[in-house]
């Protein structure tokens, strides 16, 4: 593509804390090069360029910018939208008027099955256009990364809280049930490990959606801890499934649907509320408590992870880099840890359909035989991308 | 007193996220002295000296209790017991037994109560015994206190929560409940305020326990603010009353009581959803969330207020300087805001029924007269406690 064209940039699916540090990464790389004319930032997600709504992001200032990196949340807005062909031929009639000639998609596995539905649809219609797919999803679930930008941040997050959670319940003791984000994968659920320090630290149970979960087994696992910690706290996926594989806290969701076909999970105490009750009706623990983390786990200011921020940062550059060099058309970036002692990545493009649609699941050689923690290997795995919590001492 | 007497220092009532900077305050301060021998942390409030159950905190290095001062939750664990007369006769034998001339109880109105109880039945039983209450409620409802040590923290933690969940309101719309603590007065949910900085900045609507709130009046406001901002972000208390002055939230929420007759509030999140629920049900907005902060408002480290932790620190040090000067032998720390143009308070020692038992709202000053929202009055009485939030940007 010698003829200088325009961009437009992009953001879908749920926000994190690092979602705009790959769109200023991507912007701030975009800018430096002479084949890019116009860089706009279209306002949630393909719905903004269905509706012509952009900002001229060659007109913000690189403080503002650098600024807006920080922030948590997705600046320029998102949505859940799966584009039909009837879509995919408006965008194209409103790329055209507009001379684009690079689209940036930045998102989890929907929103790169989104930008591949553009892609190819581009392809069959004979407009040429450069796609790339930026990764993010708190649930580290691509197929295609090492773990995901956004991800570190949310872990930290929930590490933190759960550090926290066991201090306060180390005060008045009974049984913590929190709630975290994940409707497939566990990945941010076992992060929680990173909250123990001291040998009764907890999370002292966590479960996965990737092991069948029942109420006769979580009952027998806080009799467990309550044995020996005389408390108990607990890291719950809201992903959690029954041996037949249906998702226990679906049922109290109320059925919410994206047109992605993905269940509501989040913004609701529901499942929380139904464990905790359970357990007060065995009549063996007194005071149970249920929190689900919610929303916070991925917008919360101040606590993302610098590693994580980096990284999100440089897969948004990555992006330009590759579709500028234009060998390979329809691309998502890739995050690949390096074999080394020192922690250390490398980002690179590979086709868009590596990211798209189908998700990774937490592997077997993180969860913990028992089925209700995870494995040394894993902490080893998470802990580089979460940084150094608050200190905390006990006596 | 002049002979050497020996010392216990505890914790009551929900933890904080600076209660150990008050423990830390007392005991630095206590270490000074010659008037004092040995410093008792009891484990558990009353529980640890009923048990005998103590942590010598003369052999706890410095090093290590400041590290613990900035620990949130009660490093020596803690209770919800209101003592008898025959708590008190099994206290004093205990305490006759240690040597101890002092006691220090750290904890909120029914933690004050609890050491008032102590203090009077010390005095019928002509037992020579120096006690003092030191501030600390999230709920900042005290009546002895211009603002209480904890409450900085946890609103800064509202505060940034706001921020973030506003940030994600922006990204995605619709309606989104946020479930705040405190149970009887409304200053933590009141201090979401903080988060405002844009015109368009939640919380859109905040509701306090002072304030009837009914459905009706709810949808109306939510229907103005759909209408105004095109989203609505709801800061909402757990201690919600109805126009018959019943608490909404306690329908929901098990029943469970303290023996100060408190009902259990937090740990479910029964209340944000069935707002949420209530609002789906008249069909007028489609997308509907609901978070309830839960626990994390007082426990997540790494977020504490510095001014909060500067005061609790100090009011701990103020505690065992008035003990020790022994004109007012049953007493609590005032913290009384200076008429100045600066920021700047005194820590005064004044009767311990000043802080015991009955507690305080929100002041009809504060409360803007739409009963949606606080006056800048407020805004003016609560930024100093709270500091500067992180910086966010929006385009």
New interface residues.
Partial sequence: MAKKMNMVIA?SG??SMVINESLVGAVLEARKSAKIGKIL?AK?GILGILGNDY?DLKK?SPK?LM??A???????????KKPNADDCKAIFEEFKKLDVGYFFYIGGNDSADAARIVAEEAEKANYPLVVYHIPKTIDNDLRSCDHTPGFGSAARFVA??I???D??N???GGV?IDIIMGRDAGFLTAASCLARNAEDDGPHLIYLPEVPFTLEKFEKDVEWAMKKYGRCVCAISEGIRDEKGESIGAKFA?GEKDSHGNVQM?????L??YL??HL?STGKVTR?????????Q??????ASKVDQAEAFAAGQAAVVAALKGELTKGTIAIVREEAKKYKVAFAPVPIQNAAKFTRSVPKEYIAKNGRDVTPKFVEYVKPLVGE???????
Same sequence: chains 1, 2.
């Fill in positions: 953001q749920g926000p930032g949630h900002i913000v503002k600024a807006i920080e922030t948590p949340s997705s600046a320029l807005g998102s949505c859940r933190s809280a550090k926290g959670d201090l306060d180390r005060a008045l913590k109320g989040s913004g609701t105490g529901a929380g509320d905790a009750k007060k149970v408590r249920a929190d689900t983390f919610g929303y916070l991925r917008s919360f200011p101040g606590v919590l608050p200190k905390c001492e006990i006596f």
